[in-house]
Structure formats: structure tokens, C-alpha cells
């Protein structure tokens, strides 16, 4: 269980990023992290991850506060950051330089092969598209079986058709292993491809706004009307926690 209480952050410069996160994470579940820019999304991505220290509160696993980067807790960036120095098996298994070279070398071979790049390992960061990349650094997180992973918009970067592709393929991934996930990300569709649950934020600071069960079968069909009343009602949510009425919205799209 992933316990956020009370989470708060305030930089040295004064400004309030966070204020007061309340949260329960069930093992397994997704939840997906909604907001406009200036909510804090990837400052609580940060905070969970360990690699920031909260001003108020706790993110807490097991019931022990996370106060360092921890083992069982891994992250995925918007950019694959790979180190451009090694080749693609190298980074994938990076992680696992305590394991037989035999024994990380099938690790590494499967796992790549679980996201779609098998026999991939002898290449160079330098010689894949984006999408490969990204598939590259989920690997070298999934490998690690992590219990919680974070990501934090992974697929931004990427045009529409691979965003869409790895949106679908991650949500396979997830089902061999079912950790519990928290995607930061700001692309509605992202959220209903793949989240339990959706915790929408309002910005300055970054405060919850509301949470929004998604009670929709997997896989997701994008192009059902389930998926697009839901996909209209979190539309509108977020319209809610940025302060644009409908008529605004209406307004912008006639223009």
C-alpha cells in the first residue's frame, strides 16, 4: 500500500508547489495524475520517487516513509535517458550487474523481447527512433520488477500513432506483473487508456481537486461510446480544476 499524507512541497524561493495530498494507493492499481501546468504533477512524481524531500507530510510504503530513492519504486522520465555509452542490453541490464553475466543476459534477452525488441540488444542509443528508446528505458525499469513505478508523461515526446502504440503496449506490460502505477501525464486519453482511477489537480499550488473512478473493461476500446462519455466527463473535470466554464471553452473552439 502507497500512502501519500498530508504531502506538501515549498520550494526555497517561497513558491508552494503542493499543498496537503491525501492519497491511498491499492497494490496493482493505476492511478493516473491530471492537471494543467503549475499543479505539481511531476513535483509529487518526484516526492514519491524519493529524489525530493517533502516540506509537509509523507509518502509513505509499507508504512515507512519514502525519504531516498528506493528499491522497490522505479521511475520512467519523459526522455528515455539512456547513457549513450552503452548498448541497449547494457542499459536495460544495468541494474542487474550483481546477477551471473548468463543469468542477466536472459533477464535482459526477455524483457526486451516483452517490449517488442528482440534481438535489439548489440544496438547503440544513437541508432533508435524515439519510440525504441522508450520502449528501451521501460525495459530497464521493468526488469527490476519494481512495485511501484512511476512515470512521468513517457510518451510525450512521441508523435500521435507511436504515443497511442506504447499507450496500448504499456498497458499489456502491466498485466504480467500488476504493479502499481502512477502516471503523471496532461493527455486525457493517455489517462482513460490506462487508469483505475484519476486524481485530477488544481494548479498553484497543486491541491486535488477530484478523484474519478474509470469503470471502463480492458482493454480499453478507444473508439466505443463508453470511452467517450468518460472521455467527456474527465474533459470537463479538468476544465473544473483550471477554472474554464463551459462557455470559455466553447468560446476558444469557435475561434
Known amino acids: 500500500m502507497l500512502t501519500l499524507s498530508g504531502l506538501g512541497k515549498t520550494y526555497p524561493d517561497g513558491t508552494e508547489a503542493l499543498r496537503g495530498i491525501d492519497l ?13 501546468s503549475g499543479c505539481g504533477k511531476s513535483t509529487l512524481l518526484r516526492l514519491v520517487a524519493g529524489l525530493d524531500r517533502p516540506s509537509a507530510g509523507d509518502a509513505i510504503l509499507d508504512g515507512t516513509p519514502i525519504t531516498r530513492p528506493h528499491e522497490a519504486v522505479g521511475v520512467v522520465f519523459q526522455e528515455p535517458r539512456l547513457f549513450p555509452w552503452a548498448r541497449v542490453a547494457d542499459n536495460v541490464g544495468f541494474g542487474l550487474r550483481h546477477l551471473p553475466k ?31 528508446a522508450q520502449r ?50 496532461h493527455d486525457i486519453e493517455e489517462t482513460l487508456v490506462l487508469a483505475d482511477r484519476v486524481v ?4 498553484r499550488p497543486g491541491r486535488i481537486d477530484t478523484v474519478i473512478d474509470i469503470d471502463l473493461a ?15 466527463g474527465l474533459r470537463r473535470a479538468l476544465d473544473q480544476s483550471l477554472g474554464v466554464t463551459h462557455d470559455d471553452a466553447r468560446a476558444e473552439a469557435a475561434e
Open 24 to 36: 491511498s494507493i491499492a497494490e496493482g492499481e493505476i492511478v493516473a495524475v491530471l492537471g494543467g
Open 102 to 132: 548468463a543469468e542477466r543476459a536472459r533477464l535482459v534477452e526477455a524483457e526486451l523481447a516483452r517490449v517488442g525488441l528482440a534481438g535489439a540488444g548489440h544496438r547503440w542509443p544513437r541508432e533508435l527512433s524515439g519510440g525504441m
Open 136 to 185: 528501451v528505458s521501460l525495459a530497464r525499469s521493468l526488469i527490476a520488477n519494481p512495485r511501484v513505478l512511476l512515470l512521468d508523461e513517457p510518451f510525450s515526446a512521441l508523435d500521435a500513432l507511436t504515443r497511442a502504440g506504447l499507450q496500448d503496449h504499456l498497458a499489456t506490460l502491466w498485466s504480467y506483473h500488476r504493479p502499481t502505477l502512477i502516471l503523471v501525464t
Open 218 to 232: 480492458r482493454p480499453r476500446d478507444r473508439d466505443s461510446a463508453a470511452f467517450e462519455q468518460v472521455k467527456r
Open 200 to 203: 485530477v489537480l488544481r494548479p
